[in-house]
Each structure stands twice: as C-alpha cells, then as structure tokens.
C-alpha cells in the first residue's frame, strides 16, 4: 500500500503520504485509518482539527487530490477488500467498517470497484483477477 501511494504521488505532490505533514489535515487522516467505520462527516472531521468545512476540504483536495469523503470510501474499500482476500464474508466486513446494511456496503464497494462485493468474494476461490480501485471516483 506504501509503494502505491508513492507511486500515486510521484511527480504530483499529491497523496496522502504528502498531507501527513500537514498538522490539521494529516490529524484529518490519522482519524480515518484509526477508525474508518465512524460515522465520518465533513462537518466532523472539520471540526475534529478545528477547521471550517470549506477550508478544510479545500486544504486536503490541494494535499491529497481528492475530496475527504472520497478519500474515506476508498480507505474504506481498500480495508473491505483486503477483509475479503483474508476469506471474511461479505456481512462481516461490511459490519466492521460501519456500514449499517450489507446492501449500502455493496453499493460503495461497487461504486469503487466495479463489481458487487459477493462477486468478489466468490472470485477469491476460484483465483479470478481483479483489479485495484482506480485513480478517480465517478
């Protein structure tokens, strides 16, 4: 995960690796990898390193290149889908990161992957390929 966050921000200046120098907005970070399924809102990472919502997503968009609740989901699924190469169902993991249905889960999991979380799951035991999330949510 190190080499692809220096990878994702070789010769851009971007990444989270890069804000984590940043006080306020590498505390921002610090608080979403300690506890991804929180409740995280903009208003509550905001305040949680004493910053207005517009300052604060406007500050870590310029460090890290995307906006703090992208950048959450994909934490998110990042952890979700090495929960699932360990062989944890997809209810469990869903569970552990917060997420209040299975269904909501699913949905996020294919909004950054592209394919529905069982599928994936499925595709573990039979050595299908699948690919990292890509650079930019749509």
């Not at 399924?37 to 949680?48: G, I, K, N, R, S």
Request: charged share 25%.
């Amino acid at each position: 995960m190190l080499r692809a966050a220096l990878d994702q921000s070789a010769g851009e200046g971007l990444g989270w690796i890069n804000a984590l120098v940043d006080a306020r907005i590498g505390k921002a970070i610090r608080l979403m990898h300690e506890n991804a399924a929180h409740p995280w809102t903009l208003e509550a990472l905001a305040d949680a390193i004493a910053m207005s919502r517009s300052a604060f997503s406007k500050r870590f968009k310029s460090l890290v290149g995307q906006a703090p609740l992208d950048y959450l989901l994909r934490w998110r699924m990042r952890l979700a889908r090495d929960q699932l190469r360990r062989g944890a169902t997809v209810s469990a993991t869903a569970a552990q990161l917060g997420y209040s249905s299975e269904s909501a889960f699913g949905h996020a999991f294919k909004r950054v992957y592209g394919r529905a979380p069982k599928r994936y799951w499925r595709g573990q035991a039979t050595g299908e390929k699948f690919p990292n999330a890509p650079n930019k949510l749509s």
